[in-house]
């Protein structure tokens, strides 16, 4: 089979790209291993709700027009919405279809698939960045008797042994399902690395309002200092719960969750916390002040809003005089480990080699200038902060689309699909 | 790296730019990052004993330092011993101390903060009943460590605190100190 475009992932990136694609008469599909928005059908638990806000789901030529633009998606209404947004758009998907290589094939590309083979000009990787959960190294050493899982597996308390559970990682999985379990009658220990605090509302508008009424979402990939220093980042310490409350290691220690440093170790049966707890809370209680000083700025410069409380400062973070730096899981009843340590994308079909030493795609904004005819989507800070949003992936797609017409029209002069 | 305040030159001592340049460097050539530090010590008599520090690896080939340096340790007289040194866990918050100084100092260039001064106090607590074997279920090492950094810059509080807060971020001892780390003794 022959198309000039393949797009592999029918998420919310792949699905961008399909809209721009089509306005732009490129002939593509977009292969699928499941159905649209499977990450969100088959790897997430089941309280979840979206982090970003009901309107803030853009997608070109699509947005919600439902009655609770501030209300969060719970996970059905996420896999509709975005299967609404591949029929609505009439995006060719291919469901069901698995692709198990990606190589070069003369001046383009051949895709490999458990449904037949494909041959393009292009090629679009949007399967995600979130495809494998990243466990640290001394998971191997968790003690016989104690459950080990990772968030994809994780789905609700019942799930979860009577007794203590270790909840790895303090981001936006780990501190959602350390809040989960205790109020379900776990006893729970969060084991804080750094982290990025955020209040879910500052002056009345949600924190997502702020960040984009105020162009920080839009920050380009191009213009920031450190930029492998943002695209390393934690996600950010949010809910979106029905109440819109503000989740963060004080609401947790509120309820009874204990917090330790980060899970340095584990021997013999005890698990080693890093004494670094009060500087991780320290630093992320500095960085969140820093990004409320500059919405302050930002309303200082922009008046006229309305609607939008006096500035106010939020407590820091509280830690005990001496958090626990051994902890014994059998006599301290820890039953189940939870590693919400992150995620990595599966890149074990890719068979061009654009992978850097962390098995990562090197990209130019997307482009992948190794391998003329590649673009990449979906990865955090790809060419702005939101693009790893569903309202961020337009952005990117109408950039790259552009670009990918541009290398169509210098490659192939005769062969070129283009309307004028 | 630039900012409007062109004009006034911050210059706390610590080249930035060669540290962010080597930054640069060894991300694309890892083997030159890998150091190695060493230390050899002598027992002098009693308690006390006698570091010397002069090589280490690094780059890819053997360093020196500008010269030889020595450290003396033993044990204070409340001990039993003859106080020719300060004792190892002092120098240890020494090390540590000294460590995250150096990085508020490069923390500030970097950020464009003038220090004017800079003073740590450290205490840390200890039971020696862990180190006489008194009691098995006293540890032999700190309770905790206090440090209290008195900064005079021309910078807010608030970013007096974020440099003191990322100098930790970015400090081996620190590091050392708060989580595990193998260690192996031989006999040769």
Redo the contacts between chains.
Sequence with gaps: MRTTTVIIGAGQAGLAMSWWLAKHSIDHVVLERGEPANSWRTERWDSLRLLTPNWQSRLPGYRYQGSDPDGFRTMPETIAFLSDYAKAIAAPVRSHTTVTSLRRHVDGYEVTTDKGNWRCDTVVIASGACNIAQVPSVSASVPDGVDSLTTMQYRNPDQIADGGVLVVGASASGTQIADELQRAGRSVTLAVG?HVRIPRVYRGKDIQWWMDAAGVLDERYDTI?DIVRVRNLPSLQLAGYPDRRTIDLNSLTEIGVKLA??L??I?HGKG?F???LR?VC??AD?KM?RLLNSIDEWVAENPASEGIDAPHRFDATEVEE?PALLVDFSRSGIKTIIWATGFRPDYSWLDVPVLD?KGLVRHDGGVVTESPGMYLMGMPFLRRRKSTLIDGVGDDARDLSAHLVAHIKATSPLSTPLVA | ?TTATASKTVDNGVNVEALLGAREALINA?EAAKFKWRASVTWVGGTHSRSTIDGFYGLGEEQKHRSTFTFDADHPEVFASADKGATPVELVLAGLASCLTAGVAAVAQNREIQLRSVTATLEAGMDIRGILGADPDVRNGF??IKVTYTIDADASR?DI??LV??S??RSAV??I????TNVTVEVA
């Design positions: 750094e200092d440093g980060r340095a170790g021997n080693q890093s004494g670094s500087n320290a630093l500095l002040n001496s030493r | 790296m890892p309770e905790g608030e605190e974020a807060a990322q930790q971020k620190y590091d100190i708060t989580n595990p």
